[in-house]
């Protein structure tokens, strides 16, 4: 009797785990058949029709081609297909700039937009709300708005660059449109910033000055290290909404120059202009499969915890 209660003591824990597993698992089943539902499904249909010749007018006569919509060669020599579409690289080639720049710029104005946020000084409140009123403009109208500032005609930047159309020039259009998605999703990677660093204990701050450690060494040593899931977090969420930019470009370059620009505008260009089904369910499997890979490498390489 004696040598049996502690074996049972020991066996107690594991049993509430696994009942609390058991649990957790069986109230995770609905949410994983609607996500299978809304999701598996469309993505299942979308890959089965990539390797169709399948149109919008009617998918139903849609035949199998294989993989003709990735890459095809003709009886004379001819290859075609998206990968070797030098306009969809010149899309996935400016979409990747348009991510890399715009949460790279983000998180450092977020970053330090954070830092100044997290102090206390007379009017923080008011200057937090401040803060979020451009994150808080839906992007259609800032798109606008900002369309109508480029314009070099009446336009507030565009007259005082004096340099022709902003919007029609190759080389600045990129940049121009990285400029409206900081200023407008910066208040967002701030805002998340700003929940990292309140939750960092007062007193680790309380022992560096103690130490006599400088508000450098206290940033540079304290912060960013307890910040890091936090902004890891921030940074992958950030990047996948930018890969799969598509509102602010069809707003101010028009849909048929954003296929130039936007990976998510040159699927829809092939889908619904051309009413090509098939190739454009192809792109979106490129698209697909392009931002599941960053996702992965955000993941491993900078060891990202989800919990």
Same mark, same amino acid.
């Given at each position: 009797?004696?040598?049996? !209660?502690?074996?049972?003591? /020991?066996?107690?824990?594991?049993?509430?785990? &696994?009942?609390?597993?058991?649990?957790?698992?069986?109230?995770?089943?609905?949410?994983?058949?609607? %996500?299978?539902?809304?999701?598996?499904?469309?993505?299942?249909? $979308?890959?089965?029709?990539?390797?169709?010749?399948?149109?919008?007018?009617?998918?139903?006569?849609?035949?199998?081609?294989?993989?003709?919509?990735?890459?095809?060669?003709?009886?004379?020599?001819?290859?075609?297909?998206?990968?070797?579409?030098?306009?969809?690289?010149?899309?996935?080639?400016?979409?990747?700039?348009?991510?890399?720049?715009?949460?790279?710029?983000?998180?450092?104005?977020?970053?330090?937009?954070? @830092?100044?946020?997290?102090?206390?000084?007379?009017?923080?409140?008011?200057?937090?709300?401040?803060?979020?009123?451009?994150?808080?403009? #839906?992007?259609?109208?800032?798109? !606008?708005?900002?369309?109508?500032?480029?314009?070099?005609?009446?336009?507030?930047?565009?007259?005082?660059?004096?340099?022709?159309?902003?919007?029609?020039?190759?080389?600045?259009?990129?940049? &121009?449109?990285?400029?409206?998605?900081?200023?407008?999703?910066? #208040?967002?990677?701030?805002?998340?910033?700003? &929940?990292?660093?309140?939750?960092?204990?007062?007193?680790? @701050?309380?022992?560096?000055?103690?130490?006599?450690?400088?508000?450098?060494? !206290?940033?540079?040593?304290?912060?960013?290290?307890?910040?890091?899931?936090?902004?890891?977090?921030?940074?992958?969420?950030? $990047?996948?909404?930018?890969?799969?930019?598509?509102?602010?470009?069809?707003?101010?370059?028009?849909?048929?120059?954003?296929?130039?620009?936007?990976?998510?505008?040159?699927? /829809?260009?092939?889908?619904?202009? @051309?009413?090509?089904?098939?190739?454009?369910?192809?792109?979106?499997?490129? %698209?697909?499969?392009?931002?599941? &890979?960053?996702?992965?490498? @955000?993941?491993?390489?900078?060891?990202? /915890?989800?919990?």
């Amino acid at each position: 009797m004696t040598k049996s !209660q502690p074996a049972l003591q /020991r066996r107690k824990p594991g049993g509430v785990l &696994a009942v609390r597993a058991r649990t957790a698992v069986w109230f995770l089943v609905p949410a994983l058949l609607i %996500i299978v539902l809304v999701a598996g499904y469309p993505l299942f249909k $979308t890959i089965s029709y990539s390797f169709t010749n399948a149109s919008l007018v009617d998918p139903s006569i849609a035949e199998n081609i294989g993989i003709g919509n990735y890459w095809y060669k003709t009886d004379d020599g001819q290859i075609g297909g998206i990968l070797v579409d030098p306009k969809w690289w010149q899309s996935v080639g400016n979409t990747v700039l348009f991510a890399v720049a715009s949460v790279f710029l983000e998180f450092v104005f977020g970053l330090g937009i954070a @830092y100044v946020l997290n102090m206390k000084f007379p009017g923080q409140s008011l200057m937090r709300t401040a803060m979020l009123v451009p994150w808080a403009i #839906p992007t259609v109208v800032s798109a !606008q708005m900002w369309y109508f500032m480029y314009n070099d005609t009446f336009g507030l930047i565009g007259q005082g660059m004096g340099a022709g159309a902003v919007l029609a020039d190759s080389s600045k259009v990129i940049w &121009a449109i990285i400029a409206v998605d900081v200023w407008k999703t910066t #208040p967002f990677m701030a805002l998340l910033l700003l &929940a990292g660093m309140q939750g960092i204990s007062a007193d680790i @701050y309380e022992a560096a000055n103690v130490d006599g450690a400088s508000k450098w060494t !206290q940033f540079w040593r304290i912060t960013l290290p307890l910040l890091k899931p936090t902004a890891m977090i921030a940074l992958i969420f950030r $990047t996948l909404d930018a890969l799969r930019v598509f509102d602010v470009m069809a707003v101010m370059l028009g849909t048929n120059k954003a296929a130039e620009t936007s990976m998510t505008a040159f699927a /829809r260009r092939s889908m619904i202009d @051309y009413q090509n089904l098939g190739e454009g369910s192809g792109v979106s499997v490129l %698209i697909f499969l392009i931002i599941l &890979a960053i996702t992965i490498l @955000y993941v491993t390489t900078l060891r990202v /915890r989800f919990d």
